[in-house]
C-alpha cells in the first residue's frame, strides 16, 4: 500500500476519534450541567465546572456563595441544637473544642471497645500513611454497648447535627491513622494544607489517645471557614486555572494554599490542635486544615470519626429519620464491598480497600 494512503487512513482514524469525543461530549453536557446543583466539584473531570470562560464570569463564585448562603439557613433552622456559645464559636472560629467530653468511665469503655474491634474494616493509603476506618452501623452497636451509649449522647448527637447542618446522624466509624506504615517515599497528601470542597462540610473526631507532636495532630486555620471578600478573590482566582493544575487534588475541587499565602487573606497561621484523649473536635473543612506532622516514625492515633457532606444546596436539613440513615449505612457497606471486589477483579486496588479487621 502506498504510503499516502496510510496516511490518509491514519488522519481518518484521528479525525473519527475526535468526533467520537465531542459527540460523547455533547451528549453528557446536559448532565454535566445538572450536577452544578450538587456537591459536584471536580474541574477536571467536568467540563462545565472546570470551564475557564464560565468561571471568568464567575460561575465556581456563584456556586460558592450560594453554597454558604444556604449553609447559613441551615445553621439558623438548626440553632435550639446548640448553646448559643458553641453556635458563636463554630461560626467564628471554624471549630468547636470541647475536653473531657465524656465521664471518665463512659470513655474508658468506649476506647476499650475501640481497641477489642475485630470485624470488617476498610483501608486507604495515601503516600507513607494508611487510614484505617470500621463503619458504626447498627450491626456494630447491636454488640458495641459503649459506642451505642456514644451515639445515644445528647451533646453528641445535637452538636453533630447543628455543625453539619442536617437534622441526621452522620457517618460514623471507628478509625486509626496509621503515620509511616505504607511502604511508600511520596508524601502523605493530607499533610498539605487545603479545604475540602466548596462548601461548608462538618468532620469530627473524638480522640481515643493523647494527641500530641508525635501522632500527627489536627491542624486548623482559625476562621478560615468564613466566606470573607479576600477568600472569594483566591477562590475566583483558583477556579480559573483548577483544571489546570496536577497536585492530584487542586484540579478535583480541593483547593490547596501554603502557610505563607494565608497573609494575604487575613488569616493567622495553622494552629496545631494538641489535646488530650477525650476532646471532641468538631470542624468546618471548608476551612483550611490538614493533618499534623509527626516527630515519631509509624505513629499511630486511635479516634470515633464523623463526616457529613450532603448537597449544599438543599436548604432544607432534613426529618431525622432513623430508617433513613440505617438504609444509607447498609447501602455505603454495600457500596465499598462492590467496589473492592470489581478492583480486585480487575488486578487493582480500591481507593478503599478491606483491611485487617483490628486497630494497630
Known amino acids: 500500500m502506498p504510503a499516502h494512503h496510510g496516511q490518509r487512513a491514519g488522519r481518518g482514524g484521528a479525525l473519527t476519534a475526535v468526533i467520537k469525543k465531542r459527540l460523547k461530549a455533547a451528549l453528557l453536557l446536559p448532565?454535566?450541567?445538572a450536577v452544578l446543583a450538587t456537591p459536584a466539584k471536580s474541574f477536571r473531570d467536568?467540563?462545565?465546572i472546570g470551564n475557564r470562560v464560565l468561571n471568568a464570569l464567575g460561575?465556581?463564585?456563584?456556586?460558592?456563595?450560594l453554597a454558604h448562603a444556604v449553609f447559613g439557613l441551615k445553621l439558623r433552622l438548626l440553632a435550639p441544637l446548640a448553646r448559643r456559645d458553641e453556635r458563636e464559636t463554630y461560626r467564628r472560629d471554624g471549630f468547636i473544642l470541647k475536653r473531657d467530653f465524656l465521664p471518665k468511665q463512659a470513655f474508658e469503655a468506649l476506647r476499650q471497645e475501640a481497641r477489642d474491634y475485630s470485624g470488617e474494616a476498610w483501608q486507604c493509603v495515601q503516600g507513607n500513611t494508611i487510614t484505617w476506618r470500621a463503619l458504626i452501623d447498627e450491626d456494630m452497636l447491636a454488640r458495641s454497648p459503649a459506642t451505642r451509649?456514644?451515639?445515644d449522647n445528647r451533646l453528641f448527637a445535637r452538636l453533630l447535627k447543628y455543625t453539619s447542618g442536617r437534622n441526621e446522624r452522620p457517618l460514623l466509624y471507628i478509625?486509626?491513622?496509621q503515620n509511616g506504615h505504607a511502604n511508600s517515599q511520596a508524601?502523605?497528601?493530607q499533610k498539605v494544607l487545603h479545604a475540602d470542597t466548596f462548601h461548608p462540610t462538618m468532620k469530627a473526631w473524638l480522640f481515643l489517645e493523647d494527641v500530641g507532636p508525635d501522632n500527627g495532630p489536627f491542624t486548623y486555620v482559625r476562621g478560615s471557614n468564613r466566606l470573607s471578600f479576600k477568600r472569594i478573590c483566591w477562590e475566583y482566582r483558583r477556579s480559573l486555572r483548577a483544571r489546570y493544575v496536577h497536585d492530584g487534588y487542586s484540579e478535583k475541587g480541593s483547593f490547596r494554599i501554603q502557610d505563607d499565602e494565608l497573609a494575604e487573606l487575613g488569616l493567622p497561621l495553622p494552629e496545631s490542635l494538641a489535646v488530650p484523649a477525650n476532646t471532641l473536635v468538631i470542624a468546618n473543612t471548608c476551612g483550611f486544615h490538614r493533618r499534623g506532622d509527626t516527630q515519631q516514625p509509624q505513629a499511630t492515633r486511635l479516634e470515633i470519626w464523623a463526616m457529613s457532606r450532603t448537597n449544599p444546596f438543599n436548604p432544607f436539613p432534613g426529618l431525622g429519620i432513623g430508617a433513613l440513615v440505617r438504609w444509607r449505612d447498609r447501602i455505603y457497606r454495600a457500596y465499598l464491598r462492590r467496589t473492592d471486589r470489581q478492583a480486585r477483579a480487575r488486578g487493582r486496588r480500591a481507593s478503599w480497600h478491606a483491611a485487617p479487621g483490628q486497630p494497630k
Do not use: K
Not at 460561575?59 to 456563595?65: G, S, Y
Open 31 to 33: 448532565w454535566h450541567t
Open 46 to 48: 467536568n467540563p462545565v
Open 149 to 151: 451509649a456514644l451515639v
Open 175 to 177: 478509625q486509626q491513622i
Open 59 to 65: 460561575l465556581h463564585v456563584i456556586r460558592l456563595v
Open 187 to 189: 508524601p502523605d497528601p
